[in-house]
């Protein structure tokens, strides 16, 4: 999905001061020659690869969500419907799955899980919806949602603005899901992240959760579990003449007040959102050449929609794979990002 529009840029105020905090001798992100982006996170490389190409007479593009496969090749979600296989050395693209509704009709396809045995969970930002489906793209079930987080008059959330992220925690008992922006009635930049509980294989409605992103005009994209059951979480907005903000955070959602039986999150001094620490502001990183087709504040960055933790390095830290929705538009690209985070902050 293309991000929200913004009228000003956001400031990097909170990052700044958490960077302030770091350890001495932390990498600096303006030193010459280094890859870093912030003192806990690197950039190794990117990758324009899959930027305007086709695969079996079909465009490859308007990425939204990446998830490691039980093959160890990439799965990678097009917002228009399309479920690709990616092989994960070369990114060249070796299947195009199609994946429909109840009725036949394309999703807005957002995020995506590959699941424990090996079917694929997919949401959808129009209803808002989570779907599952075999690996063949057969629909096998559609997961319940909660009646605030439908698409108004139903509900209280606005289309096009509800299910982005989706991913499973550690050992495969919950999944969650994040809502893009606020409900109406909600304090802008608060968002809900609704999480369902297997039991005897199915998923049931679980716990709700309240993530407040840096401004009212940041959305969120995506968000990814990490091994010990924390949150990295995608932060974006768009400035018209400007460019992109993406941002990365980490969020805990262990002691976060359950909000599912909360009505508004407005003026509610008892509501625990889940605690976040900025990681870094992806403006930061080095451009390793990169160019932009539109005016960027980094020509690095476009339109970050997708991200999955591939594993670690030998020091321990995550590698991070990001990926830009390119909108099938000609002044945007679909680019890879490799990034290495430290999560023990």
């Known amino acids: 999905m293309t991000p929200r529009k913004r009228t000003r840029p956001v400031l990097s105020a909170t990052l700044a001061a ?3 905090l770091a350890a ?6 303006n030193s010459p020659g280094t890859h870093a982006c912030s003192p806990v996170v690197t950039l190794d490389r990117f990758s324009d690869a899959l930027d305007k190409t086709t695969y079996d007479g079909g465009y490859v593009g308007n990425l939204s969500a990446l998830a490691v496969d039980r093959d160890g090749s990439l799965a990678a979600l097009a917002d228009r419907s399309t479920l690709f296989r990616l092989d994960a050395k070369t990114l060249r693209p070796t299947e195009a799955l199609p994946l429909a509704d109840e009725s036949g009709k394309e999703l807005d396809s957002e995020g995506l899980v590959v699941d424990r045995d090996g079917t694929r969970l997919v949401s959808s930002e129009t209803e808002p919806s989570v779907r599952r489906y075999s690996r063949t793209g057969k629909l096998l079930e559609r997961l319940p949602v909660p009646e605030n987080l439908r698409v108004a008059p139903a509900g209280r959330a606005t289309a096009n603005q509800t299910f982005e992220g989706l991913t499973l925690l550690p050992g495969g008992h919950t999944l ?5 922006y606020a409900l109406a009635g909600d304090d802008p930049g608060t968002v809900r992240f609704q999480t369902w509980t ?3 294989g199915r998923f049931r409605l679980g716990a709700q959760y309240a993530y407040r992103t840096d401004s009212p005009e940041l959305g969120v994209p995506e968000v990814r579990a990490t091994p010990d059951g924390r949150l990295l979480v995608l932060e974006r907005g768009f400035t018209a ?3 992109n903000t993406v941002r990365l955070q980490l ?3 262990r002691h976060a007040t359950d909000t599912s039986r909360v009505e508004h999150l407005t003026g509610q001094p008892g509501v625990r959102l889940l605690r976040k620490t900025p990681l870094a502001d992806i403006a930061d990183c080095p451009t390793l050449g990169a160019t932009a087709r539109q005016p960027q504040p980094n020509p690095l960055l476009d339109n970050i929609e997708g991200m999955t933790v591939t ?3 030998g020091t321990g830290r995550l590698k991070v794979l990001l990926v830009s929705d390119d909108n099938q538009n000609p002044a945007q690209t679909t680019r890879l990002y490799y990034l290495r985070v430290r999560t023990f902050v």
């Open 198 to 200: 297997r039991e005897h």
């Open 241 to 243: 003449g400007v460019g």
């Open 251 to 253: 969020a805990d959602p």
């Open 18 to 20: 958490a960077f302030c």
């Open 24 to 29: 001495p001798g932390a990498a600096d992100a």
């Open 311 to 313: 594993g670690r390095d």
């Open 176 to 180: 969650l899901a994040s809502m893009e």
